[in-house]
């Protein structure tokens, strides 16, 4: 279903409007709503679960008047999905962020934090890009812009899953949601996250009941970052490694991700 919130057609799925207590879950990058497959399956058994297409991923590429590099920020993208919640009419959510999921969870938080009741977070950092990352960045933006999104499956495939994981069907799945995402949409992700403020104060203002999620072979947001929010937040409940799963949990290991994620509901 498309929403036109915010200046663009914003493309999410919803399941099971009718039941309560609605979960929101925010992609990684370059990815779309359908690496939640298995967490919209299982919860939608009790919750309302919405899953939108971040701006310039999946389904939602008709953004309006086309923004350039360094206008497109995780900031926006919290605008924009608060603006779909407003659309849907859901005051209060739980949030569920993977990565790029997880800083606009933070941003969200930022700016609207009377939206949020509670903050899954998965696979993700506190912290802003280092230098060294943020010029691994511009590089991969250049790469990309060279020889498109098959470039960016190519360099990160290898470290978004564990190694049990690669060459198998989670591996072509993630391959098929990021070589879809057309390469300017990358290139203007890729500069928004390079620029996202550091996170690191907010969370001992965090007052929303807090999970941290973290896969054992997450070399891309390791548990020293996990462990960092889990320290930091003042609502935090508890931290949860997932086995057999590198930076994609959910996708990777969706029986154990679901099972941390359904304790902490009922918390
Ligand atoms: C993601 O999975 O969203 C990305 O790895 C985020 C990042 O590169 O910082």
Known sequence: MYASVNGLNLFYEERSDHEPDPILFLHGF???HSMWRHQLDAFSMTHRCIAPDL???GSTTDIGETLQPGQVTIELMADDVAALLDHLRVQKITVCGLSMGGYVAFALWRRHP???SRIVFADTKATADTVEARAARFQLAEQVKAGGSKVAADSMLPRLLAPENLDT???LDVRRMI???RPDHIVNTLHALASRPDSTGLLAHLSAPCMVVVGEKDIMTPKTDADLIYREAECAWRMVEIPRAGHLS???NPDAFNAA???FLRA
């Open 169 to 171: 069907a989670v591996e």
């Open 55 to 57: 701006r310039g991923h």
């Open 250 to 252: 959910p996708l990777e």
């Open 30 to 32: 370059p990815l779309d």
């Open 261 to 263: 994620v359904a304790e």
């Open 179 to 181: 070589e879809s995402t």
């Open 114 to 116: 009377q939206r949020i």
